[in-house]
């Protein structure tokens, strides 16, 4: 039915509207207003609490006859960061909150005895939204489009029960400051009778219309009546949603005082937002639904939102969202005649000083009698508070940077702004763009309010020169996209250059030695950095650098090496020069080295080593070795052409190898091995004699000395018979172990062996060195453990 008037309500105005303008067509055909009106459109980006801005609307009449006009709201809204809509409304200049209040008929606000039937009856409602009050609160419900959807939380189990008797009420903290009027709530009434109050009084039964002054006021009535919790099955529990957030107040199954209308009973729920938002859920509404208040109401009772009073409206799955309207655009007139060939200014006030950050959406409609345009539609747009970019660096240098390697720079987007910095485009341009690339934190990306973001830009050039580019930055920053980042750096590269490439030592006699200085030059644009001078080559050992080190050459620069050349052995000699550094493209350098070396002037020099050689002690019947080495210091060879042994005891020692004749290039060297083999306990001596062409050292007499030695043990007494032991008793026998040679015995085991060795224990005495002359006792005791005749050995091992 509600439907039904709605359809009935706009048809009988769209036939007023088309008779009233067809009689004029035909009445006076000639003569008719044309509405202009400039600007179109408004739009509007300014920051959070810059106040208010004037501006003008002009209405021109470009017609005949005088333009009447008028402006209302069209539909605005408000577009929360949430996803949330809010209404907002066109007020006009001066206009004073509460000067278009209405006294309800003093039969409404009449006193009806508890339990009479209340025979009030309220206007219908027309319409699923309205509003504004004068404070600029509306209302629209979930029949409506776009608004509430109805979403019922059950917090019978989550919630608190509060045990209110008739006409009866609690106050319970807010969990948070709920704004209401203009003023914070920090707690509630509950009432037992359908609606909350932040008044004194919670027990009015009988329900008022909205707004009058008296008690209770400062309310909020999803569904004030005269009800009694108390009946069976009504309950009452109120619940702190800290997810949406949200403060749920509900009725269970609620019933009339004294069970007027039957069966009739009510289940719904009152929602306060921290964003001053108000919502009414209507889950089971069941008979009497027409002696009701729905709305709010301020505390002077001289404001208000009424939705219903005594009239049909509420049903089941039915929401109500209940918002301050945000009054951020006035304007004054609101209406007036203008005639034909005259303008006439509206001034329009956006004042943001108390708005938040958001997208606020408005039309003004002017309405008029031009029967061309009877309704101009006029947007107007406000962005509050947009993001505010900013870029740190504005430019940046990366220097000089090698060619093949790359430099990195940050490039920090920042918002101070008030909404998320939305940025779409991180681009490169300019002159070299591709000598440029950007290696993390590219486009798209949002930067919230009070945070940054980081573009890394890397300088990767790959040919020396000077380059140039830009960072094109673009967001929906409203005055400062795009931001372009200038980009430099030069591309430098080393080059270096070695004179001369490669060099011949020629001949060289052994004995002698030459230098050869090289010149590293730097004929790049970058620095040349010389990392390593080294020698290698089969000869490398000949070679040394004597002067020069590495480091750093500028561009133009040079560095002198000197290579000095000293000959060890005769023949040709190869080597070279190796040069590292940070040439993109020639490192190392190498520079060959080459000589030939020929014998000198000198005659051969025999050089032996050792002269004596002491082979130490030595037991006869083994030997020991020792090398003797014959080396030529001269510069031409050395021929030897003997190598024997003489002297007091040739024959206890022997040449094992090496032996004459032979021959030793200049540099070089020749071992001879000999071996010591006495064969007595004695002291030995020899010479080896080596002669050759030496002209003053020959021939040359190796002294050698050695000496053979041996232990001699002696044991006593050489055996011993125990006699007759009683079984359970023991005897003791001392042996004496001496050394009767002439080096150290070393006694290294002492053992009982013998079909009876149980029987036998080694009491004192122990494994152990003895000099010569030296003795040691040890101590053998028998102790039977069984009858008869008992034989074992005492070995004694050693040296």
Known sequence: MRALYQKLFILVISLILISQFGWAQRSVPSMAPAITVSPTSFSYILPV????????????????????????????????????????????????RGANWVAPPSSYLAEIPKGAEDTRVGPAVLEGLGGPDDFGYQFIDSDEPGGPAFVW????????????NDDDFIEVSLPFAFPFYGVEKNAVKISSNGYLTFGPDGEEALNLPIPVPAVPNDIICPFWDDL????????????????????????????????????????????????????????????????????IENAGGNDG?????????????????????????????????????????????????????????????????????????????????????????????????????SGSATVTVGNQGAQDLSVSVTSLGGANPGSFAISSGAAPFIVPPGTTHDVV???????????????????????????????????VEPDIAVSPTTHNFGLMQLGNSASQSFTISNEGTGALNVSALDLTGSAAAEFSITSGAPGS????????VEVTFTPLTL?????????????????????????????????????????????????????????????????????????????????????????????????????IALSFNPTLPAGFSASLVIQSNDPDENPVVVALNGTGFAPEIAVSPSGHDYGDVQLGSSASQSFTVSNEGT??????????????????????????????????????????QSLGAKTAALEIASN
Do not use: C
């Open 553 to 560: 050459i500028p561009p133009g620069g040079n560095m002198a």
């Open 49 to 96: 609490g810059s106040g208010t801005v004037a501006d003008v609307l002009s209405i021109g009449n470009a017609g005949t006859d005088d333009l009447l006009w008028n402006l209302q709201e069209g539909q605005p809204v408000l577009h929360l960061n949430n996803g949330r809509v809010l209404p907002v409304r066109l007020q006009q200049q001066g206009r004073v």
């Open 228 to 295: 009694n919790p108390v009946l069976p099955n009504g309950r009452i529990h109120y619940y702190y949603d800290s997810t949406a957030p949200a403060f749920i107040v509900q009725y269970t199954n609620v019933k009339p005082f004294g069970g007027l209308g039957g069966t009739a009973q009510y289940t719904f729920q009152a929602v306060l937002k921290p964003d001053g938002e108000i919502l009414f859920y209507y889950l089971d509404m069941r008979d009497i639904l027409n002696r009701a208040t729905v709305g």
């Open 457 to 491: 830009i890397d300088f990767i050039p790959l040919t020396p020169a000077s380059f140039s580019a830009s960072l094109s930055i673009e967001s929906n920053d409203p005055d400062g996209s795009p931001v372009e980042v200038a980009l430099s750096g030069i591309a």
């Open 571 to 671: 023949g040709a000699k190869s080597a070279a020069l190796e040069i590292s550094s940070d040439d993109p493209d020639e490192n190392p350098v190498v520079v060959p080295l080459s000589a030939t070396v020929v014998p000198g002037n000198d005659p051969a020099d025999i050089a032996v080593s050792p002269l004596s050689v002491d082979f130490g002690n030595v037991v006869p019947g083994s030997s020991a070795g020792a090398t003797v080495t014959v080396a030529n210091e001269g510069q031409q060879e050395l021929f030897v052409y003997s190598s024997a042994l003489g002297g007091a005891n040739p024959s206890e020692f022997a040449i094992v190898s090496g032996a004459a004749p032979f021959s030793v290039l200049p540099g070089t060297s020749h071992e």
């Open 305 to 405: 939102l009424q939705i219903a009073f005594n009239t049909n409206y509420i049903h089941n799955n039915l929401a109500i969202s209940i918002s301050p309207g945000a009054t951020w655009i006035t304007a004054d007139p609101i209406s007036g005649t203008v005639t034909p060939g005259a303008t006439q200014p509206v001034n329009l006030e956006i004042d943001i000083s108390t708005l938040t950050p958001g997208l606020y959406e408005a039309s003004l409609l002017v309405n008029s009698n031009d029967p061309a345009q009877p309704q101009v539609v006029i947007p107007v747009v406000l962005d509050v508070g947009p993001p505010d970019i900013t870029v740190t660096p504005p430019s940046v240098d990366f220097g000089t940077v090698l060619v093949g390697s």
């Open 743 to 784: 080096e150290m015995l070393d006694v290294t085991a002492l053992d009982l062996t013998g079909s009876d060795a149980a029987d036998f224990s080694v009491t004192t005495g122990a494994p152990g060195s003895i000099p010569p002359g030296g003795s040691l006792t040890v101590e053998v005791t028998f102790a039977p």
């Open 153 to 164: 939380q059950d917090i019978t189990t989550s919630g608190t029960q509060v045990f209110l």
